[in-house]
């Protein structure tokens, strides 16, 4: 089957912080007088919250005083502290308009709306892609089969046609080819483990290099 689809994840894929995450947290904390929070626990939380429409609702668990005013005072002190920071992985525009001659685009992150549409927005990507699915829309986030159904629905494509590309193994790879996708993981130091189930690899630093080829490789062995 041919493929006429290719898929990306957002952050630490196409997208970082110029600034460690742990910082940004902390000075977000530090800027509004909330309590220290580690890292592990804010991803903890966040993955209780991949449907939701802003980062209050994980402030909130994470915050003794609940849905107060620190939970909101964090959520946009966090939230400016990342776009502040955030950077794009090479020239991703031009990846984009390069893949886009031949396949259609689309983007699938997991995150709330208000957070990961503002990245798209301060990154202005959202004319590349001819579909993006934040999971705070959805009723389940990656690895759940629902949220790539989803994408492939508003591409108009079948998970066989689609090329998904993404760093995380069991939220983008593993989730992607139980659903039927081709995958490749994305690489960095100090990043996941390659996994097995990926049927490509790509370095980050050479992704926009790259990327076409390693596409275009798995698409010529999907037709075999």
């Known amino acids: 089957m041919p493929v006429t689809a290719v898929g990306f994840d957002l952050d630490e894929t196409l997208a970082v912080t110029e600034r460690a995450r742990e910082k940004l947290l902390a000075d977000a904390t530090k800027a509004v007088g909330a309590p220290s929070l580690t890292r592990e626990e804010y991803l903890d939380a966040h993955s209780r919250h991949l449907t939701s429409d802003s980062r209050k609702p994980i402030f909130a668990d994470l915050l003794a005083d609940g ?20 950077a794009s992985v090479g020239d991703i525009p031009s990846l984009l308009s390069e893949l886009h001659r031949e396949y259609r685009l689309g983007l699938l992150t997991n995150g709330p709306v208000e957070a990961q549409r503002g990245k798209l927005h301060q990154l202005g990507w959202e004319e590349y892609f001819d579909a993006t699915v934040v999971t705070g829309e959805l009723e389940a986030g990656k690895p759940d ?11 108009d494509v079948r998970p066989e046609e689609m090329v998904y590309i993404g760093d995380n193994p069991e939220a983008d790879i593993r989730g992607a080819s139980d659903i039927g996708m081709k995958t490749i993981q994305v690489l960095f130091p100090d990043g996941p483990e390659p996994e097995p189930s990926a049927d490509a690899y ?23």
Do not use: H, K, M
């Open 202 to 224: 790509v370095d980050r630093e050479e992704l926009v290099s790259a990327l076409p080829g390693i596409i275009a490789e798995l698409a010529e062995r999907n037709e075999d």
């Open 67 to 86: 849905l107060g005013a620190d939970a909101e005072e964090l959520t946009d002190a966090y939230q400016q502290a990342i776009l502040d920071s955030l």
């Open 145 to 155: 089969r629902r949220a790539f159904d989803a994408l492939c629905e508003r591409l």
